[in-house]
Nanobody, 115 residues
Framework: QVQLVESGGGFVQAGGSLRLACVFSGPIFNINAMGWYRQAPGKQRELVATITRGGTTDYADSVKGRFTISRNNAKNTLYLQMNSLKPEDTAAYYC?????????WGQGTQVTVSS
């Protein structure tokens, strides 16, 4: 079983920055891609950013130019650098790992952006 543990969420004012981290463990050689998703109260979970095993990244239009996803394989850690945060970025953020068999999810970390 792949295990994912997020950290780095918190409370920040609009325009501020946060960096989320997701430490992954287990049979990580099965992971094809990883990503960050978020879910605000009353809304569906949505894709924020993804990164493939080869390092190709993709972003939701709402975060392009502000967020950066990266992966440190030596530390088994996935990151999400979030700059120029907006109140609409407030949500629980989840780390995701995709294998051929299934998706794995972390427990989530809350990000709250005040106006």
């Amino acid at each position: 079983q792949v295990q994912l543990v997020e950290s780095g969420g918190g409370f920040v004012q609009a325009g501020g920055s946060l960096r989320l981290a997701c430490v992954f463990s287990g049979p990580i050689f099965n992971i094809n891609a990883m990503g960050w998703y978020r879910q605000a109260p009353g809304k569906q979970r949505e894709l924020v950013a993804t990164i493939t095993r080869g390092g190709t990244t993709d972003y939701a239009d709402s975060v392009k130019g502000r967020f950066t996803i990266s992966r440190n394989n030596a530390k088994n850690t996935l990151y999400l650098q979030m700059n120029s945060l907006k109140p609409e970025d407030t949500a629980a953020y989840y780390c995701n790992a995709k294998t051929v068999v299934r998706d794995y999810w972390g427990q989530g970390t809350q990000v709250t952006v005040s106006s």
